[in-house]
C-alpha cells in the first residue's frame, strides 16, 4: 500500500515542478541551517571532553582580596602543582603549564635560520598523564621529564622534518639554547582550550627547578581520584594555602584562595579569568539552538502554505479519488507521503550542501563542522528524527484538509477552504515575526560591533605599530629607537610592557604617604615616550622627562620614583586630578610620587569598566615598541623600519601588528556571532518569503474571478496589489510588534555583558520592518501580476 502512496506521490510532485522545486529548496534550506548550528553547537558543547575520565579533571584559579576587593586570576604559582601532589592524596596527578606568549614570542631555528614562534609553552611531566593526547613518536612517560627536551606537534614536525619518524632525536635551537625533540604527538584539536605547536619540559625553566608561591604566571590542573569529595578537597587546600602562605599573607594585607573548575567548563565558563584561548558565552549556544529550530518551523509553515495554496487545484483529484472508493485514511496517507518524499529530498540535498560547503561556515564562525558527526549512530538518528518529525508535521495539515473533502463539494465550482484561514494567517504572522526578530537582532549585534570599533579609547590607535622583542634584544632597542627617530620612520616611539588594548599586570597600593586606602590598581611599564607616542591626554602634572628616574633605578638607589595615574585611580582614592599632582603613594617596598593624572582610557575589553591604573617609568619590563608613524602611505615607513630591525637584529624576523587590528581581533567572539546572525537572518527572510508566495498564491486563486471582474471594470495592477495585500500587512503589523517586544528583551541580554555600550536607536525597528515590508511587497507583486495578465475571457467563461 504505502509502495503506491509513494509511486503516485512521486508522479504528483513530478507534475508539479515549481511547487516541488520551492519546497524542496525551502526545506533544505531550514535542514542545512538547522545541521549546520546542530554542530555549531556540539562542537562548542564538546570542549575538553575528549581526554580519559575528563570528569576528574580540574583547573585551578587563584583569587586575591585586598581591602575589601576581590580579583580572580586564572593562573597560579608554580609551587602549586608540587605540593598539591606531595601533601593532598585525593590528587592523583597533576601538571602545570607556562604559557610563553603571554610576555613574547620564541626563535626557533632547525638549521635554516629563526622562525619566529607564538604557540611555545613549558610543561611538566605530567602534562600527557593528565591530557591523554596521542603520541605518534616517543615515550610519554619520558618526553617531559629531563631539562631541554621538546615535544612538538605532527604538523610542527612535517614543517620542520619534513615527517614525524624524522623529528625524533633531532636538536632544535630554541632562542639559541639547544633542545632535543623527544616526542611528536597529534595536532591539539580545535574543541581544547589547550593549543600549542611546541612543548618543553618545564625542568628547562628556572621555577621548573625552583617553584616558588609567587608570581601567579602559570596554568595548574590535577586529576582527581574516583569518588573525591571535592568539599573536603577544598577544605584541605586552604589547610595547605594557611600552612605555606598565610603568614606572608598577613603581613602584606590580604588574601588568597584557589578554586578549581571541571576542565570541560572552561570554553563556557567565566570569561573574565585569563585562559589559553578565548573563551565563549553559553548564552549564545541558547540563542542559536533557539534561531534552529525556528529556521526548521519556518520552513515547515513554508510547506503547508504551499500544501494549501495547491488544495483548490487538487480537489477534483480528491473528489474522483472518493468517487472510486477512497476512504479518508487512504488519503491521508497519499498526501502525507509526499510531504515525506519532499523531506527526505531536502534531507539528502542538505547532507550533500554541508559536505560540499561545510568550509564556508568554517570561514565564518571560525569552528570546524564536522560532517562525519552525521554519519555515527547519533547523527543518522537526528537525521531520521527530523525526516519523522519535519515530514509528519509539514504534511499533516495538508493532509487533514485535502482528505476531508466531501467528494460532491470536491468535484463543485465553488470549492471554498475558509475553514483553517486563522491557522494560515497564525502560520504567516509566525514567519514574519521569525524574519523581522532576527533582522533586529543582527542589526542591534551590528551596531554594538561598530560603537567598539568607532568609540574614542582615549589613546590613538591609528598608524600605530606594535613589535615584540625579547629580552636579550634590549641592549639594542635603544638604538632601533634612535634610528627609526633620525631616519623619520617614526613620528615617536616607547617601550611598554603591553599594547595598550590589553594591560594585564596588577599591583596593590598600600597604606602610607597621602594616601590612607589600600587598592588593587593595573600597572603598566613603560619607557617616557608612551604619553605622546599613543596620545593621552593628560588632565594635571607634567609629561615623563627623558632622564626620569626608572622604577628599577630607584629601588636600586632606594629613591622615590614618579608614577601617573587615570583619572579612575585618583577618583578611587578620593582626590581630584589637580590634587593627586605630587600625592605620595606606597606600593610595597616603593615610595612614590604623582607625577600627572592621565585621562581614563580603554585597556581591556568593552566588557570591563575602565579600573584604576598607575603608569610607571619601568622599561626593564617593557618587551613591546609601539611606533606611531608619520602621515601618509605606511608601506614606506613599514621597509626603513623592516631595514633597520635587519640591521640591529638580523636574528629575529621583523614581525609587525597595527594597534587597530588588534584591538579589532579582542572582538573576535562578536564578530562570530554578529556574521552568523546575518546568513541566518537572511535565510529566515527567503524562507518566510517562499511562504508568503504560498499564501498568496491561494488567496489570488480564489479570488481569481474578482481580480477578472476588477480588470474589466478598469482596475489597474496597483488596485488589485492593493486589495490583495490589505491582509498581509495587517498580519506584518502583529507581526512587528511582536519583534519589537523581542527586539527590546534581546538588546537588554546581548549589552548587558558590555560595559560600555550603544544606544538601540528606534530606526534599527523601522529599518528592519521596512526591508522585510518591502521584500513582502515585491513577492505579492510578483504574484498579483501573474494573476493580473491572465486573459479575464478564461476565467469568467464559466459565471
Excluded at 221 to 247: C, V, W
Aim: with cysteine.
Amino acid at each position: 500500500m504505502w509502495e503506491n502512496y509513494f509511486k503516485v506521490s512521486f508522479r504528483n510532485l513530478t507534475k508539479r515542478k515549481l511547487y516541488t522545486g520551492i519546497n524542496i529548496l525551502g526545506l533544505t534550506i531550514a535542514i542545512v541551517s538547522f545541521l549546520t548550528i546542530s554542530l555549531y553547537i556540539q562542537h562548542e558543547l564538546s570542549y575538553d571532553k575528549m581526554y580519559t575520565d575528563a570528569d576528574r579533571i580540574y583547573k585551578f584559579n587563584q583569587e586575591f582580596v585586598a581591602a575589601g576587593e576581590s580579583q580572580f586570576a586564572g593562573t597560579t604559582p608554580s609551587q602549586l602543582v608540587p605540593t598539591l601532589m606531595e601533601e593532598i592524596p585525593e590528587v592523583e596527578v597533576a601538571t602545570l603549564v607556562f604559557d610563553l606568549s603571554i610576555f613574547t614570542s620564541v626563535m626557533i631555528d632547525n638549521g635554516e635560520g629563526n622562525q619566529e614562534e607564538s604557540k611555545v609553552a613549558f610543561a611538566d611531566e605530567n602534562f600527557l598523564k593528565v591530557f591523554d593526547f596521542e603520541m605518534l613518536a616517543g615515550n610519554p612517560d619520558l618526553a617531559l621529564k629531563e631539562p631541554n627536551q621538546l615535544v612538538i606537534t605532527e604538523s610542527t614536525a612535517k614543517r620542520y622534518f619534513k615527517n614525524t619518524n624524522d623529528a625524533i632525536g633531532k636538536i632544535l635551537k630554541v632562542d639559541g639554547k639547544d633542545y632535543s625533540v623527544t616526542g611528536v604527538m597529534v595536532d591539539f584539536p580545535s574543541n581544547s582550550h589547550l593549543d600549542f605547536d611546541f612543548l618543553a619540559s618545564f625542568k628547562s625553566h628556572r621555577h621548573g627547578i625552583n617553584p616558588e608561591w609567587s608570581p601567579s604566571n602559570y596554568y595548574s590542573y590535577a586529576k582527581l581520584r574516583p569518588n573525591t569529595d571535592l568539599d573536603a578537597f577544598s577544605g584541605k587546600m586552604d589547610q595547605m594555602i594557611e600552612k605555606h602562605m598565610g603568614e606572608t599573607m598577613r603581613s602584606n594585607g590580604f588574601s588568597s584562595s584557589f578554586h578549581f573548575q571541571p576542565v570541560s567548563s572552561i570554553h563556557l565558563g567565566d570569561s573574565q579569568l585569563k585562559s589559553l584561548k578565548p573563551t565563549s558565552d553559553i548564552k549564545y549556544l541558547y540563542i542559536f539552538g533557539i534561531v534552529a529550530v525556528l529556521l526548521i518551523f519556518i520552513g515547515i509553515i513554508n510547506y503547508v502554505n504551499l500544501a494549501t495554496a495547491e488544495a483548490s487545484e487538487r480537489r477534483k483529484e480528491v473528489g474522483l479519488r472518493k468517487v472510486m472508493g477512497a476512504d479518508r485514511l487512504q488519503l491521508f496517507g497519499q498526501f502525507i507521503s509526499e510531504s515525506f518524499i519532499l523531506t527526505f529530498s531536502g534531507i539528502v540535498f542538505s547532507l550533500l550542501v554541508l559536505f560540499f560547503n561545510s568550509g564556508s561556515f568554517e570561514g565564518i564562525s571560525g569552528v570546524p563542522i564536522r560532517f562525519d558527526l552525521l554519519m555515527t549512530p547519533v547523527g543518522i538518528g537526528v537525521i531520521i528524527g527530523l525526516l519523522l518529525v519535519i515530514g509528519f508535521l509539514s504534511g499533516f495539515y495538508p493532509a487533514m484538509i485535502l482528505s476531508g473533502m466531501e467528494p460532491l463539494k470536491a468535484l463543485g465550482k465553488n470549492i471554498h477552504f475558509g475553514r483553517g484561514g486563522w491557522l494560515r494567517k497564525g502560520l504567516v504572522v509566525f514567519q514574519f515575526f521569525v524574519s523581522i526578530g532576527l533582522l533586529v537582532a543582527t542589526l542591534i549585534v551590528q551596531r554594538q560591533l561598530d560603537y567598539m570599533q568607532s568609540v574614542n579609547l582615549g589613546y590613538d590607535r591609528e598608524e600605530v605599530v606594535a613589535l615584540t622583542y625579547h629580552y636579550n634584544m634590549r641592549n639594542v632597542v635603544g638604538g632601533f629607537k634612535n634610528e627609526l627617530l633620525r631616519t623619520g620612520n617614526a613620528q615617536s616611539v616607547a617601550l611598554a610592557a603591553d599594547m595598550p588594548i590589553f594591560i594585564k599586570a596588577g599591583y596593590k597600593i598600600f597604606p602610607g604617604g597621602d594616601n590612607d586606602k589600600e587598592m588593587m590598581i593595573t600597572g603598566y611599564s613603560v619607557d617616557p615616550d608612551l604619553i605622546k607616542t599613543i596620545g593621552l591626554k593628560i588632565e594635571a602634572g607634567e609629561d615623563f622627562a627623558e632622564n626620569e628616574l626608572t622604577r628599577t633605578e630607584a629601588f636600586k638607589q632606594k629613591a622615590e620614583h614618579s608614577v601617573m595615574l587615570n583619572e579612575a585611580a585618583v577618583k578611587e582614592l578620593g582626590w581630584t586630578p589637580e590634587e593627586a599632582v605630587g600625592k605620595k603613594l606606597d606600593f610595597g617596598d616603593e615610595p612614590t610620587y604623582v607625577k600627572a593624572v592621565v585621562g581614563d582610557f580603554y585597556f581591556n575589553s568593552l566588557h570591563h569598566r575602565v579600573g584604576p591604573m598607575v603608569i610607571m617609568v619601568d622599561p626593564d619590563q617593557a618587551n613591546v615598541i609601539l611606533v606611531k608613524l608619520p602621515k601618509g602611505n605606511p608601506t614606506k615607513y613599514l621597509a626603513g623600519m623592516e631595514s633597520i630591525w635587519k640591521t640591529l637584529a638580523p636574528g629575529r624576523p621583523f614581525n609587525y601588528k597595527f594597534i587597530d587590528q588588534e584591538y579589532a581581533q579582542m572582538y573576535k567572539s562578536e564578530q562570530k556571532v554578529g556574521a552568523i546572525f546575518s546568513v541566518f537572518s537572511a535565510i529566515a527572510i527567503f524562507i518566510a518569503c517562499m511562504g508568503l508566495f504560498g499564501l498568496v498564491s491561494y488567496v489570488a486563486l480564489r479570488r481569481t474571478r474578482e481580480i477578472s471582474i476588477r480588470k474589466v471594470l478598469g482596475a489597474t495592477v496597483s488596485d488589485v496589489l492593493k486589495v490583495l495585500s490589505a491582509d498581509f500587512f495587517v498580519l506584518l503589523g502583529i507581526s512587528a510588534v511582536m519583534a519589537v517586544m523581542f527586539g527590546i528583551w534581546f538588546s537588554n541580554q546581548w549589552l548587558q555583558g558590555f560595559a560600555y555600550k550603544t544606544e538601540v536607536s528606534p530606526w534599527i525597528y523601522i529599518l528592519a520592518i521596512l526591508l522585510v515590508s518591502v521584500i513582502s511587497v515585491l513577492t505579492i507583486g510578483y504574484r498579483t501580476v501573474k494573476v493580473f495578465v491572465q486573459n479575464p475571457a478564461k476565467t469568467l467563461k464559466d459565471e
